[in-house]
């Protein structure tokens, strides 16, 4: 299945990308999809325990599980106001 | 009146949420700083939002806000993008009957966005370096 991932702020820099697509196992949840992307990035290890998912627009846990289209959202700690 | 602003915000226009029995308008107008927290000169600053989850979590503070200040009305307006020094980054309002309402409303939603909106703020400053801040928890 493929994922649409979006990476903000600092996590965007490390990926070096806005937006990526990922493949991953059909079932796979979030932290496989963030265990891809370390193994693609390398840059990005050591971000996990700061690190909020957001599926299709609402924060999830690390473990939960992903659909084909699914749109993950990378947040790393915010700075607003 | 909940918005994520590609341009300059006027606080004045958050206004708009005021009723007739409202007594009371507080707003918190957030400005760029001149200085970081270390006390860099800062030249500007970049802000981003992840902007329907800003969206949904301005709702559900001023949604909050209402379970805990009773009858008050809410507006949120952040920027994005590059500001300068001295631009507005955010401006939050509260409206009630009453002052004390409205007070502790608008602090509780300055307060909340900080701490939860997905908002990110990077600094730039004048001797070319930059980084991302995050918020206190």
Known sequence: MRVHVLAFARLRELLDAAE?????????????????????CPALEGEASTTRFARNGRLVAFDEPLADGDELALLPPVGGG | MFRIARDAVDARA??????????GFVTFVGIVRGRGD??????GLSYEAYEPLAHAAFEEIASEARERFGDVRIAIVHRIGDLLVGEIAVAV????AHRAEAFAACAY???????RAPIWKKEAYLDGASQWCENLQ
């Open chain 2, 109 to 115: 939603a300055v307060d909340e966005l900080k701490r």
């Open chain 2, 14 to 23: 958050l206004e708009a949420i005021l009723r007739d029995g409202d007594g």
């Open chain 2, 93 to 96: 309002a509260a409206a009630a």
């Open chain 1, 20 to 40: 990526r697509s990922l493949e991953l196992p059909t079932g796979a949840r979030a932290g496989e999809a963030w265990a891809a992307l370390v193994r693609a």
């Open chain 2, 38 to 43: 270390d006390g860099r000169a800062v030249r």
